[in-house]
Structures are given as structure tokens and as C-alpha cells.
């Protein structure tokens, strides 16, 4: 991993080094962490070097009550464990989540749960063009995460995208729903509909900034229905209880978030 590459872009990095693998044969990670908080700031930064450098920053929150920055600082992570994103169409994948979110588990909930669409996949939303640059939202999620006060590292990893970046690490969040190489091919189709970046990854977390959002309860409809079957504990488990009342939610918002039990 290059870091003199950001050294010549005039981005200094906090101290850190190259992750090495908690299982296994022990050998070095594809990711780079810093050693303490994420400096406020320094996340666009990068992103904005990225296609000089080809270093994708995130910023990693870790699973709650763990000395060891699970999985980050622990080495709980399996690079070349998952399938290729270019492998996955996006459409064929989310179709066949939401037949399986719809026919096993809470099967009884379900029409209630997805109506206006019952157990009838409706296929992908249409894509938004962005209005802006998509790294401006993605700067400003990633510097109020950081205001909050999350307790996220710097990570860089050498990938095109952030989507790309979910499966260079190893990361493997969503394991229990679906793999790395599927969920990342889905990712990488949001970047380009619309205008989706990821800004911030944790143990089973995921969070993106999005650049054209929904305008409309219509419009976040089918992107409601996508994000079930992306995430269903977002429903399941979620205080909005149907996909209604979730798309209202999505009205406008510039971030997503996701978190896989």
C-alpha cells in the first residue's frame, strides 16, 4: 500500500500501521488503521486524493465493548474469502433476497410488512441524478459521525470504490444475510444510481451517504423494497414495522445506514 502517495498530496496521516490477521496463518491485511480516533477532517481529505492515490479511506466503528476494535484491531478479517462484485447482477441478487425475506422467517408478517407490494418483487427503482459532487455528502456524514463522538478509526484500503473496498478488507458484516461479494455488487450499483458512498463500515454496519435520495414517498417506495431485501433486519427489527412507514423515511435522506443481527 502506497501512503507516501497521500504524504505527496499534502494529507498527513495520524500513526497506524498495516492490519494483521487475529486467524489463520497471521500474515498482513489489505488495510491500513490508524492507531487512535479518526482526526476530524482528514476523511474528504483522502477521498478527494483517491483518484491520484487509489486509497479509499472508511472510517471503522468497532463492536460495542470490545478492548480489541473488533474486527479491525483483532484481525477478524478474510481477504480472497469472498465472491467478486462484477460477478453479481445487482437486479437478479435483490430479487432473490426478497423472495427469501418474503417466503421464510416472519412468513406470516410478510404481506403486511411489504405491502403496497405484498410478496410480489417490484423490481429496481428507477436511479436519481445527483444535483451534486457525491463526495460532498459523503465528506460532511463522515465529519458529523466524527462530531457525534463514534468511536470509528481510520481505515485505507487500496480499491477503485468504497463498494469495492467492503471486499478488499475481508469484512464480512452481513454473513448471517448474504456475502461480502453480493452485498458489495449492490453497493456498487447504488454508487452509480444514485450517488451512494461509503463513508463508514463496523463489525455487522454499514453506512453510506447518498447523493440523490428520493424526493418523493413514490420515488423511495422500490428503494425501500430494495433496502429489505439488502438488510431486512432494517424492518424486522426497525422501529418503522412496514415498508411504508420505513420509504417515508428515506424521503430525503442523504444517509443510509444498515445493520445485519
Do not use: K
Not at 490477521?21 to 479518526?38: C, F, H, I, N, R
Amino acid at each position: 500500500m502506497d501512503l507516501e502517495s497521500l504524504r505527496g498530496e499534502g494529507v498527513p496521516l495520524p500513526a497506524g500501521r498495516m492490519v494483521t490477521a487475529g486467524e489463520g496463518d497471521g500474515g498482513t491485511l489489505p488495510l491500513w488503521l490508524s492507531d487512535g480516533p479518526a482526526p476530524f477532517g482528514l476523511w474528504g481529505r483522502i477521498r478527494a486524493a483517491h483518484p491520484r492515490t487509489g486509497l479509499w479511506p472508511l472510517l471503522l466503528e468497532p463492536l460495542d465493548g470490545h478492548e480489541d476494535f473488533r474486527p479491525w484491531g483483532s484481525g477478524e478479517l478474510f481477504p480472497g474469502a469472498s465472491s467478486r462484485p462484477a460477478d453479481h447482477e445487482p437486479a437478479t441478487v435483490l430479487a432473490r433476497w426478497w423472495d427469501d425475506c418474503v417466503s421464510t422467517g416472519e412468513d406470516d408478517d410478510a404481506p403486511a410488512v411489504t405491502a403496497p407490494y405484498g410478496r410480489a418483487w417490484p423490481g429496481l427503482a428507477p436511479g436519481r441524478t445527483p444535483v451534486e459532487d457525491p463526495g460532498r455528502p459523503a465528506d460532511e456524514h463522515a465529519d458529523a459521525l466524527l462530531s457525534f463522538g463514534a468511536e470509528a478509526r481510520l481505515g485505507l484500503v487500496e480499491a477503485a470504490s468504497g463498494a469495492e473496498a467492503l471486499v478488499v478488507t475481508g469484512w464480512s458484516g452481513p454473513v448471517n444475510h448474504a456475502g461480502t461479494g453480493e452485498i458489495a455488487a449492490v453497493v456498487a450499483d447504488w454508487e452509480r444510481r444514485f450517488g451512494a458512498r461509503v463513508f463508514a463500515v463496523g463489525f455487522d454496519t454499514l453506512r453510506l451517504s447518498v447523493a440523490a435520495p428520493p424526493a418523493t414517498l413514490e420515488e423511495a417506495l422500490p428503494i425501500a423494497a430494495e433496502h429489505f431485501a439488502f438488510c431486512p433486519d432494517n424492518l424486522w427489527q426497525g422501529p418503522c414495522g412496514d415498508l411504508t412507514a420505513y420509504a417515508e423515511h428515506l424521503v430525503g435522506a442523504d444517509e443510509w445506514t444498515f445493520w445485519w443481527d
